[in-house]
């Protein structure tokens, strides 16, 4: 709609770069990339890559209102124009030397009473038929829907036309007088289109309603009052979704549902001037208001919901500013996707315009990353080459989960190999726990000292005892001061050195070290326990292995040359040169016969060798002053660095709890801080906020990744180990009479030595069906598919009242398997038995008693999805 000399926008409907705009005089554009060989030097610029070029002007048709252009491809640079007295003009941009359109440019349709033309709409289907929307007049009719092939017949017309015709100097035969329907009597037309479902049917926006005018019957209308008749236009992607505008509101409508809008959008505070949908994109709706320099833009989004009824359409709101100065209309590039070219009011500056799309991102519980723009789907995913960046914790977590990782509760030091087995630090934790498990076992007086960490054992250690021993297999004289308690004892058992019994026998585990191929390793823990010898066999064995290091023979060698003279070449040599030594435990070895008495900075400080080695070796060389300055101060390292080989140290106490909180902090990894803590001794560590915290965490994980299986038996396993965290009966299944819980009824024992039979049990005595309460005997709730009265069989065996003995709850032995389950919906009450509702809903949305319509499987977020770990 145009008003006064107010730019429009026309696109051609064929010609993807060629538009009109039209105030005073019509001019036809060419649009193309700026320097292009079609542009022009006089191109006006329109954005930094596109400039227009001007190909054609006509102002041969005064008093414009309005213009539409011809929808067909021939004749190409067809235009209607609508003038201010009721004219209807055909004109013509550019030379078009086809007869068709010679015929049918200046053509004239001429109502019979002078108002002014609001409005133009050719019919897309059959392109002669154009519909014009005109002002009131009482005798006459508003929309007058127009044949342009039809000849004008001198005959047919009375002689008032001829008088009013002659007064015009055009040729007579050019002008017609004869609409072909005639719609819409003593009322004004603001505003029409033509509806794209049907093309008989027109769309017209009268003085107080929206009428649709069915051209096969046109005494019949249907219409809706309302305010909002101006700019009506038909959504191209939903053809049954139109939009209206009054003064600052828009009112979108539902042909289906005609009798109120759908959606009414927020009011601006000065009229609108033009609403349009965008061609290219679906639901998007561009607005703008008088003396204004942005276009607001309301993206609607329909969310189906799984059975596909679709829910009111959730608005996006935005505003785009394409120019500075004030905007005079705007029109969708019509295949161009978001692409508009925007008037300004005062001079005909003209912007071409993208809207961007707003990005959408989607974060994905199995760490993919996805993004939408537009019609782009953009998804990014971890890659999963070798070699690459290391996996994020999340994936690691998932996969560990997948794995059964943590699970074990047997073999706890298995665990490890679960999570991949690369991780050191999680496979000394796990050796830790391992340890802990076997002392538990072995000794019950000493749970609280092992749970409580070498740290605790080592302070508490009293009866050291000093001997000084020779070097086995060497003529060495010196003698190396060690020392020997029962908590030292224990603490090299927890560091995996020696197993149970009376005899420090590190053999056991020198050989488990070789079978591991860790030969500097095995080496190193020979050589602290003064066997040079075994030492230098070690290495032998190591140089001489399938892809050994032939270098290990020349360390033997050295090794072998040993003096105890403190000036000796060999000692000077080796002090120097062992730096230079690229594995840590060969270091350490020089370290170790080089340095003094008492003074072994260079083992226990060597960072790269792992804490447990150190930690015995220091149980076994360090005096009673010395060993708890050097375990303090080593707890100490391991609580900053978040190190977890350091719960060696602290133990599950609550300097295991702050170590494990900067391991968290560090890695993110609640897993392992979750089982970790479980097996803490059940008092403070559990309650500890932190710590319910990481296992909440890591619950909410397993859910969010659909493990719900491994989440229940976490939460099983979390149960044993700490009661209080189990949760009360949630959910019971009570009387709809006496109120009493029907399966507690049942697990006691029938009082006064009555029968079940009495109860309406039936069956075997092992899988016993209850279908009518215990307490009051009322029968119980019928299945709405099967109508049997529900029931589950019960045990009737009394309980025992000891908790301690296992109740096997493995799949054979359930007594009620799940498809005899109460189910019921918590919105409409009605239900049946589970294996029957999961039928029915696999075929239906509704509710299965008659006349509820309640979508009782809809209701549940969750009821659709499938756990990934049911495999």
């Not at 792992?610 to 930690?615: G, L, Y």
């Amino acid at each position: 709609i145009m008003s006064g000399s107010k730019p429009d926008i026309l696109w051609s409907p064929h010609h993807p770069d060629r538009y009109v705009i039209c105030d005073s005089e019509l001019g036809l554009y060419r649009i193309g990339p700026t320097g292009g060989s079609e542009t022009k030097a006089g191109a006006l610029p329109l954005s930094e890559e596109t400039a227009a070029t001007l190909l054609a002007i006509n102002s041969d048709t005064p008093y414009m209102k309005c213009v539409a252009w011809y929808p067909k491809h021939e004749p190409e640079c067809l235009l209607a124009v609508g003038q201010a007295n009721g004219r209807v003009v055909l004109t013509s941009l550019g030379q078009s030397h086809n007869t068709a359109c010679k015929e049918l440019v200046g053509k004239e349709f001429v109502p019979k009473h002078a108002r002014q033309c609001n409005t133009l709409a050719w019919n897309p289907v059959d392109s002669n038929l154009l519909a014009a929307g005109l002002d009131k007049h009482r005798a006459d009719f508003s929309v007058l829907i127009w044949d342009i092939s039809s000849k004008f017949s001198p005959e047919a017309s009375v002689a008032s036309e001829k008088i009013r015709l002659s007064s015009v100097d055009l040729d007579s035969s050019t002008v017609v007088t004869k609409p072909l329907y005639e719609l819409g009597q003593n009322d004004a037309c603001l505003s029409l289109c033509w509806l794209l479902r049907d093309p008989k049917l027109l769309l017209a926006g009268m003085h107080r309603n929206l009428a649709i005018f069915d051209l096969r019957n046109t005494s019949q209308k249907t219409f809706v009052n309302t305010k909002a008749v101006q700019g009506v236009t038909v959504d191209p992607h939903v053809h049954d979704r139109v939009a209206s505008f009054f003064e600052g509101q828009v009112a979108i409508w539902d042909l289906r549902k005609f009798e109120k809008p759908v959606l009414t959008l927020t009011e601006q505070p000065k009229p609108l001037t033009k609403v349009a949908w965008c061609p290219t994109r679906n639901g998007l709706l561009a607005t703008l208001t008088r003396d204004s320099n942005i276009i607001r833009l309301y993206d609607m989004q329909h969310t189906p919901t799984p059975i596909g009824d679709e829910t009111e359409p959730t608005i996006i709101e935005r505003s785009v500013q394409p120019c500075e100065s004030q905007i005079g209309s705007f029109a969708w590039h019509p295949s161009s996707q978001n692409r508009m070219v925007v008037v300004s009011a005062a001079n005909r500056v003209m912007t071409d315009f993208t809207v961007f799309e707003r990005i959408s991102l989607a974060w994905s519980s199995t760490t993919s990353l996805m993004w939408a723009c537009g019609r782009h789907l953009y998804d990014c995913s971890e890659d999963g080459a070798e070699g690459a960046i290391e996996k994020d914790i999340a994936t690691k977590m998932r996969q560990r989960a997948q794995s059964r990782y943590g699970h074990d509760t047997v073999q706890v030091w298995r665990n490890h190999l679960l999570a991949g087995g690369k991780d050191s630090q999680l496979k000394s934790s796990h050796m830790k726990q391992c340890a802990e498990d076997m002392e538990l076992k072995l000794q019950g007086n000493k749970q609280a000292v092992v749970y409580s960490g070498i740290k605790n054992i080592v302070k508490t250690s009293s009866g050291t005892t000093e001997s000084r021993r020779c070097w086995s297999g060497s003529d060495r004289q010196s003698d190396v001061p060690r020392y020997h308690s029962e908590e030292r004892c224990l603490a090299l058992r927890l560091c995996g050195w020696i197993s149970r019994g009376p005899d420090i026998d590190v053999e056991i585990f020198l050989r488990s070290l070789e079978h591991e191929r860790e030969w500097e390793r095995a080496a190193a823990v020979a050589l602290f326990n003064l066997d040079i010898r075994r030492a230098i066999q070690i290495l032998n064995k190591g140089a001489t292995a399938d892809k050994g290091d032939l270098n290990l023979n020349v360390v033997a060698m050295a090794l072998s040359g040993y003096t105890d003279e403190k000036s000796s070449l060999w000692r000077e040599m080796c002090s120097s040169l062992r730096l230079q030594l690229k594995n840590p435990y060969l270091c350490v070895m020089f370290a170790f016969l080089t340095s003094e008495t008492g003074a072994y900075d260079g083992v226990l400080f060597e960072s790269s060798v792992a804490v447990r080695d150190r930690v015995a070796f220091a149980c076994m060389f360090l005096s009673d002053a010395q060993l708890p300055r050097y375990i303090d101060k080593l707890t100490n390292e391991m609580k900053e660095a978040g190190n977890l080989e350091g719960i060696l140290l602290t133990g599950l106490t609550k300097d295991g709890v702050d170590l494990m909180e900067s391991y968290v902090d560090r890695t993110g990894d609640v897993q392992t801080a979750s089982f970790c803590m479980l097996k803490g001794s059940p008092g403070d560590v559990l309650k500890d906020p932190r710590v319910q915290c990481w296992i909440e965490n890591y619950r909410n994980l397993l859910d969010a990744w659909r493990f719900w299986h491994k989440r229940a038996e976490f939460d099983i396993h979390r149960g044993k180990l700490d009661p209080s965290s189990k949760p009360l009966a949630q959910v019971f299944v009570s009387c709809n009479f006496c109120g009493k819980s029907i399966s507690y009824s049942c697990s006691a024992m029938p009082h006064q030595g009555r029968g079940f039979s009495q109860y309406g049990v039936s069956g075997s005595p092992t899988k016993s069906k209850v279908t009518s309460c215990p307490g009051c005997r009322k029968p119980l709730p019928r299945c709405a598919l099967c109508l049997m009265n529900m029931g589950t069989p019960v045990s009737n065996c009394p309980v025992t009242g000891k908790s301690e003995e296992k109740v096997d709850l493995t799949r054979e032995n359930k007594l009620a398997q799940f498809n005899n389950w109460f189910t019921w919906c918590h919105n409409c009450r009605h239900g049946g038995h589970a294996g029957h509702m999961l039928s029915w809903f696999r075929d239906h949305t509704e509710c299965p008693v008659s006349a509820c319509t309640c979508k009782c499987m809809q209701l549940d977020t969750t009821g659709n999805l499938v756990p990934s770990d049911s495999s």
